[in-house]
């Protein structure tokens, strides 16, 4: 009698979870939208202490629901330790779990409750700014803990849809380091976001060759005569050298997300030269480059 063959066992992939959090006006509910449209199963304000129980219902769907994210407000301390506990647990059955930290500056945050003319949700009944700084406070650990953090301070819709579309892309292919070069201008603010910054500010500046002022720092010409130029040359080798170093020092700790601001005066030509130069140069196994030209389109 032969003896039937059992069916090999079905393996589910383990849940992939965004835990969406940060400061209250900074975009979660439009995060939150976001993930919602890329085909994850969303809930808005949802309690710490249940996430455990919900992963494991999710489990229990057989692989039908095994992209989730969620948006947790952080009103007090007991609150913060459930969710640092419910995180753990996560972690501990095998969860891949991210944390996504949005934050903006405080003009801005107060300036986005004053035209939706709501109150903060920690409102203390004194100013807004209080209540802004007590939950910028209650959060530091929050924030780093934080796989990616997102300042949306000078982010348009567009903007923050393509940062999350980034994070999403990225972890689904790989588990690299992602590496973001951002370039920008000074007299529009440094971006609050960059783990690293540099200033080009002190090389030859294109924007007073007449032949060259009109175009931006990606075009060939420009391109050669910041990187060509006695300290542009020099500076490139030095801080190619420097970002090579740090790149194991990153990997070691381990951040799954870091970006390097390089700013000129308009963020038109040296900016945007630097960084295009490092995207094109950097280069490391467990890396993975990408660029943005922040103030480059700005009339």
């Known amino acids: 009698m032969t003896t039937p063959i059992a069916p090999p066992p079905v393996v589910h992939k383990p849940l992939t979870v965004y835990v969406i959090t940060g400061l209250s006006g900074a975009g979660k509910s439009q995060a939150i939208k976001i993930f919602e449209d ?3 199963f969303c809930m808005d304000n949802f309690p710490p202490a249940l996430l455990p129980k919900f992963a494991q219902l999710c489990q229990e769907t057989h692989g039908k629901i095994q992209r989730i994210a969620l948006t947790i407000d952080i009103r007090g301390r007991a609150f ?6 419910a995180i753990g647990t996560m972690k501990a059955i095998g969860a891949n779990l991210r944390i996504l930290y949005l934050e903006a500056s405080d003009d801005v945050l107060i300036r986005r409750f004053s035209e939706t003319r709501r109150k903060h949700p920690l409102n203390s009944g004194g100013p807004i700014m209080e209540d802004i700084r007590f939950e910028r406070e209650t959060l530091g ?7 990616y953090i997102l300042n949306t301070s000078d982010f348009s819709s567009k903007d923050l849809y393509e940062e999350i579309r980034k994070i999403i892309e990225h972890e689904s292919v790989s588990r690299l380091m992602s590496l973001i070069f951002i370039s920008f201008g000074f007299k529009y603010g440094i971006p609050l976001d960059c783990d690293l910054v540099f200033d080009v500010r002190f090389l030859p500046n294109p924007f007073y060759i007449p032949e060259l002022k009109e175009f931006p720092g990606i075009d060939p010409r420009v391109f050669k005569f910041v ?3 006695e300290m542009g040359s020099e500076f490139a080798l030095k801080l ?4 090579d170093y740090l790149i194991p020092q990153f990997l070691q ?9 390089i700013g000129c005066t308009g ?3 040296r900016s945007v030269a630097f960084a295009e130069y490092l995207f094109r140069e ?3 196994p467990l890396v993975e480059n990408s660029r943005r030209h922040r103030d480059l389109d700005i009339r």
């Open 253 to 261: 700790e381990p951040k799954s997300r870091v970006q390097v601001g």
């Open 240 to 243: 190619k050298a420097f970002i």
């Open 227 to 229: 990187l060509e130029s």
């Open 141 to 147: 650990e929050m924030r780093d803990r934080a796989d």
């Open 38 to 40: 890329a085909g994850f």
């Open 282 to 284: 950097i280069r490391h």
């Open 267 to 269: 963020g038109k030509h």
């Open 80 to 85: 913060l330790e459930n969710l640092f506990e």
